[in-house]
């Protein structure tokens, strides 16, 4: 693998901030030897070093295994290969053999770690130890009106569990030093719907049920469970995707503009449209949800029920298409489409809006190629936006129309290195920026929306249906968006192959 380069970036793209005017910061990651440590957090953290972002602070990495500093440095240059083992990043970084059960562990813990005006618990854990560590480092004197703590997902796996979880924690610590991470809100594409929206007048006008006919959120991924069907078998791909990722992408497609970038004033507009959401409940949910599993393919020999790890006769779902309405002035009538799957044929994040039609045509072409306009708005992977446009075919006989695309592509059009979004929320955090995290409200909202589907699907009458793996999904799903007289748009679908 090549070795990490820094491109110099022309453009201010990431707020090129410098922590030195933090102080002294420590950041303890428990959980620290475990995947997303090693593959996404101390990563992140490398490359912030790099670019000179991350001024004076040391990292912890908590485990329950045994490693020196030096094996524990070494254990991730091997599973980083573009990592430098020379850098001065892992003077920095220190391997603590760590118990989240065991007391003991807490004050040895506190007598390890070094002096810092800021310290920051990231909680990299199996849920269920959350409140476990919050009482364990509040009791031992390490939460002060300097420490922040963040979560990972998953934040529950309903309402009640999610309010009992912030419950738990917030007895130790204070609510607004709570940082909850959904990582789609670091992505510089995700970040970029708000630039969007919002730093372009053309935008706005259009933005509404005036004009725009439906609205579709796609996120596919390739990959199939991966080792972790003990988390996904008891989550699934509802609450493991839609309830965060797809939520939090439609809160920003769909919010008033704020009065400022403020966090409180974010998460204002943003909990309007949870509380606007139309509940997808009984028989709505009947009709308007489809679910289903990836089955043994050409290109995957093992269906979802056959993985190891998951349970015999598991009804968890590894795809899930809907159609959400939001029920207020700007979106009465436009549908929201959302689809996700594990095992679909490409990885593809993307966000397109469906205009309506010219109210007229004055022009005299065939219905065939009368089309509307439409963004697309791919947020990964090749990031991009596109304007679909109607322009003349050129030749001398009769009028004929072709939809092509205003383009821009990010990789053409910004000569920089996209930063991994949790590089964004680490140094978010460290300065104590909220704005990018989730607020417990729309955590709890979310949920009590999606409970309501939930709960709909327990009922029996719920079909859980199949598709080969390595496909868009059940064509139950092309089904319920051809109800409304529209398709799904994507690779192979209308967009390009
Ligand atoms: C995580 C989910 O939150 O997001 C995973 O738990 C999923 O199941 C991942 O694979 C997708 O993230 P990304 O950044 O690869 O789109």
Same mark, same amino acid.
């Given at each position: ?14 707020s ?25 957090l101390?990563?992140?953290l490398?490359a ?15 485990g ?15 599973r980083n ?19 989240a ?14 002096? $810092?005006?800021?310290? @920051? ?7 269920? &130890?959350?409140? #476990?560590?919050? *009482?364990?480092? /509040? ?8 420490t ?14 999610s ?11 204070e ?55 003990g ?5 699934? $791909?509802?609450?493991? @995707?839609?309830?965060?990722h797809?939520?939090?992408? &439609?809160?920003? #497609?769909?919010? *008033?503009p704020? /009065? ?14 949870l ?18 599993q ?24 590894t ?29 593809l ?21 009368r ?5 697309v ?39 920089a ?13 460290i ?38 793996a ?16 529209n398709?799904?748009w ?8």
């Amino acid at each position: 693998m090549a070795k990490y380069v820094i491109v110099k970036p022309k453009i201010e793209y990431m707020s090129s901030k410098s922590l030195t005017s933090m102080g002294h910061f420590r950041l303890v990651i428990i959980g620290g030897s475990g995947d997303l440590s090693l593959r996404k957090l101390i990563p992140s953290l490398y490359a912030c070093n790099l670019e000179g972002h991350l001024g004076d602070g040391t990292i912890h990495a908590l485990g329950r295994k045994s490693f020196t500093d030096t094996e524990f440095c070494d254990l991730i240059c091997e599973r980083n290969e573009h990592m430098d083992r020379n850098s001065d990043f892992f003077h920095r970084l220190k391997y603590h053999q760590f118990d989240a059960m065991n007391n003991q562990d807490y004050v040895k813990l506190r007598d390890e770690l070094p002096d $810092a005006n800021t310290t @920051i618990f990231y909680f990299s854990t199996a849920p269920d &130890l959350f409140h #476990i560590i919050a *009482e364990g480092i /509040a009791q031992c004197g390490l939460v002060d009106e300097n420490t922040r703590i963040v979560l990972e997902k998953p934040l529950g796996d309903s309402y009640d569990s999610s309010v009992s979880l912030s419950d738990s924690i917030e007895k130790h610590i204070e609510p607004s030093k709570i940082y909850r991470i959904d990582h789609y809100l670091g992505k510089e594409s995700v970040q970029n719907l708000m630039v969007l929206r919002f730093a372009n007048a053309v935008i706005e006008p259009l933005w509404n049920r005036n004009y725009i006919d439906h609205v579709q959120i796609t996120v596919a991924e390739t990959v199939g469970v991966e080792g972790r069907a003990g988390y996904y078998d008891r989550y699934g $791909a509802l609450r493991d @995707i839609i309830q965060n990722h797809m939520l939090q992408l &439609l809160c920003l #497609i769909a919010m *008033e503009p704020p /009065a400022d970038d403020k966090p409180e004033s974010i998460l204002a507009e943003k909990v309007q449209v949870l509380r606007s959401l139309k509940p997808l409940k009984g028989a709505a949910a009947r009709r308007d949800t489809v679910r289903a599993q990836y089955a043994s393919s050409k290109s995957k020999s093992k269906g979802y029920t056959e993985e190891i790890g998951v349970a015999k006769g598991t009804q968890t779902e590894t795809f899930v298409a809907m159609k959400m309405q939001i029920e207020n002035w700007r979106w009465a009538g436009v549908p929201f489409y959302i689809r996700t799957g594990k095992c679909m044929e490409r990885r593809l994040s993307e966000v397109v809006i469906q205009f309506k039609e010219v109210p007229h045509w004055t022009l005299n072409v065939p219905k065939k190629n009368r089309k509307a306009n439409r963004i697309v708005i791919r947020l990964q992977p090749d990031e991009s936006i596109q304007l679909l446009m109607q322009i003349k075919q050129p030749g001398p006989k009769s009028l004929e129309l072709k939809q092509v695309p205003l383009d821009l592509y990010y990789a053409d059009s910004i000569d920089a290195r996209l930063p991994d979004a949790y590089e964004r929320l680490l140094l978010d955090v460290i300065e104590g920026n909220s704005t990018l995290f989730m607020h417990r409200e729309e955590v709890e909202l979310a949920w009590k929306w999606c409970d309501g589907v939930l709960d709909a699907w327990q009922e029996d009458s719920m079909p859980m249906y199949s598709y080969p793996a390595g496909t868009w999904g059940p064509e139950e799903a092309d089904i319920l968006i051809a109800k409304h007289k529209n398709s799904f748009w994507g690779y192979g679908q209308g967009g390009e192959d």
